[in-house]
Nanobody
Framework: QVQLRESGGGLVQPGASLRLSCEVSGGTFSRYSLAWFRHTPGQERKFVAAFNYRNGASYYEDRAKGRFTISRDGAKKTMFLQMNNLNSDDTAIYYC???????????????????WGQGTQVTVSP
């Protein structure tokens, strides 16, 4: 059973940076695609970024490109999301997700991911 635990969220001012972490336990770390989603009240979880282990490529939502970077540390079995130049629209609960069998065309669909963490709150406010 794969378990995910996020950390690194907090309250920051506009323009600041945060690095979120997602520790993965159980399963074979290198055989899982990993992703970040965000959730705000009244909305569905939205795709932020993903790493596809099958082709080694990373994918981002348009508003994250150039500001956010997804990365992994296999030795620590941890995924990161470096978020720079944050703004109020980035305020949300951020969740990490993992799946060993997800296909490329489904990466952006939250319902297609098998495992989820509990989330970490990111608040961007003056």
């Amino acid at each position: 059973q794969v378990q995910l635990r996020e950390s690194g969220g907090g309250l920051v001012q506009p323009g600041a940076s945060l690095r979120l972490s997602c520790e993965v336990s159980g399963g074979t770390f290198s055989r899982y695609s990993l992703a970040w989603f965000r959730h705000t009240p009244g909305q569905e979880r939205k795709f932020v970024a993903a790493f596809n282990y099958r082709n080694g490529a990373s994918y981002y939502e348009d508003r994250a490109k150039g500001r956010f970077t997804i990365s992994r540390d296999g030795a620590k079995k941890t995924m990161f999301l470096q978020m720079n130049n944050l703004n109020s629209d980035d305020t949300a609960i951020y969740y990490c997700a993992a799946d060993s069998g997800i296909i490329l065309s489904s990466l952006r669909q939250p319902g297609q991911w098998d495992y989820w963490g509990q989330g970490t709150q990111v608040t961007v406010s003056p």
